[in-house]
Structure formats: C-alpha cells, structure tokens
C-alpha cells in the first residue's frame, strides 16, 4: 500500500509529510500575510479610537494629543439670529399731492426738489400754496371767528417759528393769531388778510420731496384733483414682508440694511396692512413696511436700489461662543470641545449648546472660560 492520505482516511503517524506543489505554498503564504496585515490594521485602528474616544474615568476625559493642528479661542460676545428679506432702497412710496381749489396751474416745483416748511408748493392762479409743519391734515379755513382746533394750534405754532407769533400757541384762534397771519402774508406778497383759506396751505410733519408732476403747468384742475406726487425727502428701505415673516414686521424693530461696501443699521419706523396684489395670475399677499437707516448718509446717492436686509429674530449678549465646527459628537450622544493646554493633555470638555448663528454656538460647559483655545476639526 502506498504511503499517504486517502480521502476519508486518517493519516498515519509515521507517515512522511505530504509534497506541496510551488501554487500551494504560494497560497499558503499569501493567507499569512493577509492576516498579518489584518491584526496590524486592527490594532492600529484600535490605537486611533483609544486616541479620540477616551475610556470612562474619574475626572474629565483626557486626550493625548489631536490630530489636527487648527484652533479657534473661546470667545465672549453677542450672538443674533436673523432672516434675510429683501427690499428697496429709495425715497418709499409716493402719495399724491391734491389742489384744495380750482383754477389753473401757474406753477410746478422741478422733480426730485425738496420743499421744507414755509415754501411755496405750487401756485393756482399764480396764488402760492404754502406747505405748513403739522400732524393734523387742513380740513378748513383759519379764520377769525371759527372754533377752536388743533389746526389752530399747528398755524400758531408755525407762526411762532417764523417769528410772527409771539403768544403761546393754542387751540384758540385770537386777535393775535390774526396779527401773526396778516404780518406772514404781506412778508409773501399776499393781501394782508387776517385769515388763510383752505386750499391756501397744505399741512406736512416736515419737508417733502416732489417726486413727480402729477399734471403739467397750464392744466385746469378742480378742488381734489393731484397735482403732485411726493415722497420723504430722505431715503428709506422698502420691504414687502410675507406672511410667514409677519412676526418680524414691527415698529421699532433693529435691523441692517446690506449697501455696497457695508452693513447699515437701521430700525422699522411704519408697518402698512396686509395688501394683496396680482403676480402671474395669482394672488399675493404682503406686508409693506418702512426702514430708515441710522446714518442716512450711508446710502450715499443711491436711488431705487435693491437690497438685502438682516432681520434679527433672536439674540443672545455676553455669552460664550465656539465655531459651530469645534463641536465634537461624544460617545454618549452629548457634543464637547477639545481645550488645549499648553504641555499637557487636552481636555474634552462636554458642552451644552444654545444659539447658532453667524457660523458660531452659544455653550457653556465646566471649567470653559473665555480666551481658552479649542481645537476645530479639520475634514
């Protein structure tokens, strides 16, 4: 019988070592190295996690070293949320300027001229009317005998500031307040009335800017026919919000308006009802509302120029803040931030997290003070 295995049969103890072939041992060798290499990638990958994933002890946590060389500090500042809307930069949105009499138009103001109290708007008749500081819209004529009105008051208050009433202005039209009437319109070339007709001024809080001619000189006009369109004399930023964005759309609310070259705070002064417009067929709903800018004379000469603004929706002060990207998940699903300390371990310091904003992260954690160093991860 021949010496060696036979399938199913059990090898003798004397038996001489089977002869491999060159491919047997080529096979052989190849499946040492194969599993060499595995435990060497193993336990290389084991010492990587036991680097970043330090076991549970007493104390915080300690890392060795990082793998990543880039640091942010641990910085005290404010932290604001905010919604971008769009909107335009201009003179917001012009009203019409209605005659108060009939007759023809003698005189128009040039466009984009502004008009401040106590000059002259446009003349019916070659008869000026006068723009007057007042709240209150004319709605009579200021004449002797008539009731007494806050629209006396606006015309003696005016009065007083062109220096031709000397009283203290009130609700009653006197002696005085004809005087002071008579004394102004001589001063403008007029008869020496004691009285002003209703379509003789037109009441405004401050200048006004004509924006456009709503008719053009020599037209025939009747009481409440346009004459001009006018606007704020400074520029202002026109936003339609959406409905969803309504909440944000409050008087007084801080914002900063994007221009060429910086960001302009500024604050909503008026918020307008909800309207609802045409847009390629279908309806549209917003909400306009008005901001003017703190330095007006940021917006330089720019005119109906579109913006971007920064609406703030949320907002933290004086708190600690890392970059968003020095958060580092933690085994137990919580997030930390490497602390570096100069000759001696890191620190990963677990963190509760709050505001995000602006690319950074509202935390707070123990022992993290501000102008420590923080190691960010790099991808």
């Known amino acids: 019988m021949r010496s060696g295995t036979k399938h199913g049969s059990v090898p003798s103890e004397n038996a001489p070592p089977a002869v491999e072939d060159s491919k047997s041992r080529f096979w052989r060798s190849r499946r040492v190295h194969i599993a060499v290499v595995a435990v060497l990638v193993t336990a290389t990958a084991g010492i990587a996690i036991a680097n970043n994933w330090p076991r549970e002890s007493s104390g915080t946590p300690k890392l060795a070293s990082s793998a990543s060389t880039e640091t942010a500090k641990v910085a005290r500042q404010t932290l604001a949320e905010k919604v971008t809307v769009r909107g335009t930069l201009g003179y917001g949105p012009a009203r019409d300027l209605a005659s108060r009499a009939e007759g023809t138009v003698t005189a128009l103001p040039p466009e984009g001229l502004t008009i401040a109290p106590g000059e002259v708007l446009y003349r019916i008749n070659d008869h000026p009317v006068v723009l007057v500081p007042g709240l209150l819209p004319a709605w009579r004529t200021i004449e002797p005998?008539?009731?007494?009105?806050?629209?006396?008051?606006?015309?003696?208050?005016?009065?007083?500031?062109?220096?031709?009433?000397?009283?203290?202005?009130?609700?009653?039209?006197?002696?005085?307040?004809?005087?002071?009437?008579?004394?102004w319109r001589k001063d403008k070339g007029l008869s020496d009335a004691r009285s002003l007709g209703f379509g003789d001024f037109v009441f405004a809080p401050g200048p006004i800017r004509a924006a456009a001619n709503a008719v053009q000189v020599g037209s025939q006009v009747s009481a409440g026919t346009p004459v001009l369109k006018v606007t704020s004399p400074d520029r202002v930023v026109s936003v339609n919000f959406k409905p969803a964005e309504q909440a944000l759309?409050?008087?007084?609310?801080?914002?900063?308006?994007?221009?060429?070259?910086?960001?302009?705070?500024?604050?909503?002064?008026?918020?307008?009802?909800?309207?609802?417009?045409?847009?390629?067929?279908?309806?549209?709903?917003?909400?306009p509302a008005t901001i003017v800018l703190d330095a007006t004379e940021d917006a330089g000469k720019?005119?109906?120029?579109?913006?971007?603004?920064?609406?703030?929706?949320?907002?933290?002060?004086?708190?600690?803040?890392?970059?968003?990207?020095?958060?580092?998940?933690?085994?137990?699903?919580?997030?930390?931030?490497?602390?570096?300390?100069?000759?001696?371990?890191?620190?990963?310091?677990?963190?509760?997290?709050?505001?995000?904003?602006?690319?950074?992260?509202?935390?707070?954690?123990?022992?993290?003070?501000?102008?420590?160093?923080?190691?960010?991860?790099?991808?």
Not at 164 to 180: M, Q, R, V
């Open 302 to 379: 720019l005119q109906e120029y579109p913006v971007s603004i920064d609406v703030s929706t949320d907002k933290r002060e004086n708190v600690l803040t890392v970059p968003a990207a020095a958060l580092i998940a933690l085994r137990d699903g919580n997030l930390g931030v490497e602390v570096v300390h100069e000759g001696k371990p890191n620190d990963m310091v677990p963190v509760t997290t709050g505001l995000f904003a602006g690319g950074f992260v509202e935390v707070t954690g123990s022992g993290l003070e501000d102008g420590q160093d923080v190691v960010v991860p790099q991808s």
């Open 249 to 287: 759309a409050t008087v007084a609310r801080a914002v900063h308006v994007n221009l060429p070259g910086k960001s302009s705070p500024g604050k909503i002064t008026a918020v307008g009802a909800a309207k609802t417009t045409q847009e390629n067929g279908k309806d549209v709903t917003t909400i």
């Open 145 to 183: 005998g008539m009731g007494p009105g806050a629209d006396v008051k606006q015309i003696e208050t005016a009065l007083a500031g062109w220096g031709y009433f000397s009283g203290t202005p009130d609700e009653n039209f006197t002696a005085a307040t004809g005087a002071a009437i008579s004394g």
